[in-house]
């Protein structure tokens, strides 16, 4: 039985008592979409964006149970994704200012080095 003969809250039913075929369904059906979300977010990094969509999805099966039955399930799933890449990006940015951060002391540390071999005639002791 295919997506396209079920409804979304039937997968969800059929998801929820364990049916592989349903997992294939869900997966066709939504894992491309939300991968897609994901790496428009996180600006292209595929390796990011799996990790993300997979911790995400983890997290979406195992509030399954939750999902009510009539809302559209793919922004049930993207509000499972969201907080993911907002972690991710954050990280990123700490990341990014800690390298940042180090080039400059870094920079700092070999102009300095500079200056004391100047003033002791070229030799750093």
Known sequence: MGLASRSEAELVVALLRGDKAAFGDFYDAYFPRLFQFVIRRVSGDQRAAA???RNSLCRAMRDLAAY???DPLFPW???YCRPEIVRYLRSSASR???IRKDSETSASMAVALRVLASCRG???H
């Open 122 to 124: 070229g030799r750093i």
């Open 51 to 53: 990790l993300i969509l």
């Open 68 to 70: 009510r039955a009539g």
């Open 96 to 98: 990014d200012e800690r």
């Open 77 to 79: 799933l993207c509000e």
